[in-house]
């Protein structure tokens, strides 16, 4: 297996990505319980990185984890794996079919919440819950993402990323609630942790805004109820 290593580690250097899969594979599966075998399924991952296939690395990446989880290098996996999401929640597309490409912050969520899997006290956790809550708040998905940025409030009480997961957790309840003419218990809900959010941080640069949405939250309540006087 030394030797595979070797041989197919040459093949990459020379950006022969081809050949070096190949050879690479090769090693895994006939010797797949070498202490080789999981710098084989890296670099795997880096041959998929480096010809585009981000999503592909992602898997052969997330492959070493699961195969070899007390490897040296989990970390710097961790990392790549980190970094590929953070491509696909800034733009970067995914390849569907051909020459056809589409975008992809779903796969962003998938590998952020894998990260934060993989590795939920590591460097990169509440970043990551941070950053798959924004992704479903860009895909308008925002009781998802209200439950991420519940998920970092309760498990990470010490991140930096505290103050603005507790006001975007209220901004997504606002964007949750409906119009006057319907039940306005998300509007309220939305108020509560605006509210709350200016208890606990009254110095927050966040909390002028909060006090904003919270006036206007007031009047969407009162466009509801007024109606409901009205009909009495």
């Given at each position: 297996p030394g030797d595979q290593l070797k041989?197919?580690?040459?093949?990459?250097?020379?950006?022969?990505?081809?050949?070096?899969?190949?050879?690479?594979?090769?090693?895994?599966?006939?010797?797949?319980?070498?202490?080789?075998?999981?710098?084989?399924?890296y670099y795997i991952g880096r041959i998929m990185e480096d010809t585009g296939n981000l999503y592909e690395g992602f898997k052969a990446?997330?492959?070493?984890?699961?195969?070899?989880?007390?490897?040296?290098?989990?970390?710097?996996?961790?990392?790549?794996?980190?970094?590929?999401?953070?491509?696909?929640?800034?733009?970067?597309k995914f390849k569907v079919l051909g020459p056809l490409k589409m975008p992809a912050k779903d796969k962003a969520i998938e590998i952020f919440k894998a990260v934060n899997d993989n590795a939920p006290y590591g460097k990169y956790a509440d970043i990551s819950i941070f950053n798959a809550g924004l992704a479903y708040k860009d895909i308008f998905d925002y009781n998802n993402a209200i439950l991420m940025f519940k998920e970092l409030i309760d498990k990470y009480p010490d991140s930096k990323y505290l103050d603005d997961a507790r006001y975007k957790r209220a901004e997504g309840a606002r964007l949750v609630s409906r119009d006057p003419d319907y039940d306005q218990t998300p509007t309220?809900?939305?108020?509560?942790?605006?509210?709350?959010?200016?208890?606990?941080?009254?110095?927050?640069?966040?909390s002028k805004g909060a006090k904003a949405i919270i006036d206007k939250l007031k009047g969407k309540d009162a466009r509801s109820d007024f109606p409901t006087a009205m009909f009495y």
């Open positions: 041989y197919s580690s040459a093949f990459y250097k020379k950006h022969n990505y081809k050949a070096a899969l190949r050879e690479f594979r090769k090693l895994i599966k006939y010797y797949p319980l070498s202490k080789e075998a999981p710098k084989a399924q990446y997330q492959k070493v984890i699961d195969l070899y989880p007390h490897t040296d290098f989990v970390d710097e996996v961790i990392e790549r794996q980190f970094n590929i999401g953070s491509e696909f929640f800034k733009g970067a309220s809900v939305a108020r509560e942790e605006f509210e709350e959010f200016i208890t606990k941080y009254p110095k927050s640069d966040l």
